[in-house]
């Protein structure tokens, strides 16, 4: 399969491009937006404005430096889940596929601007490479990393092919960039930086306070360690609680059972809340708990991966029967089966 250097569709980064013939689809391997793949009848979500930072932030890096074969892709979840478990088994074929839809690209999306600069904040700290070292972004990047619309929205929702957005022009994206650089040099964020006038980019160091509120949002949310577990409460289920909370442990997150929060409000907004900030979920169904069953879909519905956990021989519902599901016998088998599954899909 041959490439030719063109425009990436999502930055105007240059970037390789394959044409997939077997998928119908062409595939990039972009310096900023890292390796995706657009299948040809896919329209919308290549004009989405939320999407180069999507990819910015969730990308699997190519190129000769890296041996990634994890990609984002639109093809159907379905296509992707065969992709994988063939990779799982020994078929490298097609990669290790990561599906992308509309829906899954703005329920990332940070949904005020708070949360956009905690994300800011947050990528430039995992990037230095030690406490106060300043991370340097060339235009591109910055762009994607301080959520900057490089197009402009369409009025008419249901556009196809011919009523592409145009472009917006780089020094009105490059002046949004400075004004979010600006808040965030004022908040006492980041030190002094260059502004964007030039292809070079600009070099980001975080002050004092920027680490202090990377450790405090790090505590306390999904951009830190936190795992929500859904499942039935009570005495004749606390070695599944335990066996549970050693797998995810053992993977290196921290398990949230919603019982052992404290909290003053009521339970189902606090339940909620550890849902959206939780790095993923996990839920155990083996007991048909209605709780259990909404908590996934509402886990689900923002875009949050779950791994799923029933005892053997405990039908579960149709609507998610066919998921992946770790299936136990006993307690015991859990903790190693959780963590590996963890490591396998979320790592």
Not at 7 to 34: I, L, T
Not at 307 to 329: R, Y
Request: glycine share 6%; with cysteine.
């Amino acid at each position: 399969m041959s490439s030719e250097l063109k425009d990436c569709p999502v930055c105007r980064s240059k970037a390789s491009c394959f044409p997939e013939f077997q998928h119908n689809s062409v595939f990039y391997d972009c310096p900023v937006c890292g390796k995706f793949e657009f299948t040809l009848n896919e329209f919308r979500i290549q004009h989405n404005n939320h999407l180069a930072p999507y990819l910015y932030y969730n990308r699997f890096l190519g190129g000769l430096s890296h041996t990634e074969y994890r990609y984002h892709t639109t093809m159907d979840k379905e296509t992707c889940d065969t992709y994988k478990k063939n990779f799982n088994n020994g078929d490298i074929t097609n990669g290790h596929p990561v599906h992308m839809d509309e829906d899954i690209v703005n329920n990332w999306y940070p949904k005020s601007f708070s949360e956009r600069i905690d994300s800011i904040l947050l990528r430039v700290s995992s990037l230095a490479k030690h406490i106060g070292h300043p991370v340097k972004f060339n235009n591109q990047e910055m762009l994607s990393l301080l959520f900057i619309d490089r197009k402009e929205v369409m009025d008419n929702p249901a556009f196809i092919s011919k009523d592409v957005p145009k472009w917006r022009e780089d020094k009105d994206c490059l002046s949004e960039a400075d004004y979010m650089l600006d808040y965030l040099k004022e908040s006492g964020y980041i030190k002094d930086y260059l502004q964007l006038r030039s292809e070079t980019g600009a070099e980001l160091t975080l002050t004092p306070k920027g680490y202090a509120r990377v450790d405090e949002l790090q505590r306390n949310t999904s951009y830190g360690r936190n795992v929500l577990v859904a499942m039935k409460f009570g005495e004749d289920t606390l070695k599944l609680r335990e066996a549970i909370r050693k797998g995810v442990d053992n993977a290196g997150y921290y398990a949230v059972f919603i019982d052992e929060v404290e909290h003053i409000g009521f339970i189902t907004p606090e339940l909620l809340k550890h849902i959206r900030d939780s790095k993923f979920v996990v839920v155990d169904l083996t007991h048909q708990n209605n709780g259990a069953y909404f908590e996934e879909g509402y886990a689900m519905g923002f875009g949050k991966p779950v791994i799923q956990l029933c005892k053997d021989g405990v039908k579960l519902h149709f609507d998610i029967a066919q998921k992946n599901t770790i299936m136990w016998k006993t307690e015991d088998d859990i903790p190693t089966k959780l963590t590996n599954r963890i490591k396998a899909t979320i790592d």
